[in-house]
T-cell receptor, first 112, second 117 residues
Framework: DAKTTQPPSMDCAEGRAANLPCNHSTISGNEYVYWYRQIHSQGPQYIIHGLKNNETNEMASLIITEDRKSSTLILPHATLRDTAVYYCIVARRRAAGNKLTFGGGTRVLVKP | GAGVSQSPSNKVTEKGKDVELRCDPISGHTALYWYRQRLGQGLEFLIYFQGNSAPDKSGLPSDRFSAERTGESVSTLTIQRTQQEDSAVYLC???????????????FGPGTRLTVL
């Protein structure tokens, strides 16, 4: 599975949009981009995933560049509860399930 | 319904002892995963089970580590002759994996914090 590169940390103001970048320049055609987050002392939580089209759900939006070498997770209105480590993961979506390779992630601190 | 549960939540053991960690996946989820997270680091994949297929053990760090799963239910991760470097949070996840769009979403339990003295 392709590796990803994320900034180690970023701050965001409460109520503002948080834009989290991820580089995955070696992504292959059948690999998806997944985002998970881990709030302190909890297990990771799925946020969103996509292949090449932009995706939106109740938690966030995922913007994938046309060449698929990078993506951005957007939290539209960050709240204090969004403070967490956010992981960008690239993996094939096998029907039988797939192991995830977590990198260091981006530690997001939402400030009042 | 209930999420993924793990027990115990905390385990302190002495070096050289064996430990068993338990995971109860979400009912109906066919895939079950074990990960390890050392302090301040990301998750490391250990092993995963999918239905009746042979488990993918490629992430197990040594032969002291083993895991079993009974059908599509409970799984037990066993660490024999524990070492101090085994200290970590052990996380279990399950997924539906029925081929639909969201079915690969992994639902994680709260983890078991293992401390080896």
């Amino acid at each position: 599975d392709a590796k990803t590169t994320q900034p180690p940390s970023m701050d965001c103001a409460e109520g503002r949009a948080a834009n989290l970048p991820c580089n995955h320049s070696t992504i292959s055609g059948n690999e998806y981009v997944y985002w998970y987050r881990q709030i302190h002392s909890q297990g990771p939580q799925y946020i969103i995933h996509g292949l090449k089209n932009n995706e939106t759900n109740e938690m966030a939006s995922l913007i994938i560049t046309e060449d698929r070498k990078s993506s951005t997770l957007i939290l539209p209105h960050a709240t204090l509860r969004d403070t967490a480590v956010y992981y960008c993961i690239v993996a094939r979506r096998r029907a039988a399930g797939n192991k995830l390779t977590f990198g260091g992630g981006t530690r997001v601190l939402v400030k009042p | 319904g209930a999420g993924v549960s793990q027990s115990p939540s905390n385990k302190v053991t002495e070096k050289g002892k064996d430990v068993e960690l338990r995971c109860d996946p979400i009912s109906g989820h066919t895939a079950l995963y074990w990960y390890r997270q050392r302090l301040g680091q990301g998750l490391e994949f250990l092993i995963y089970f999918q239905g009746n297929s042979a488990p993918d053990k490629s992430g197990l760090p040594s032969d002291r580590f083993s895991a079993e799963r009974t059908g599509e239910s409970v799984s037990t991760l066993t660490i024999q002759r524990t070492q101090q470097e085994d200290s970590a949070v052990y996380l279990c996840a399950s997924s539906l994996s029925d081929g639909t769009s969201r079915s690969n979403e992994q639902f994680f339990g709260p983890g078991t914090r293992l401390t080896v003295l």
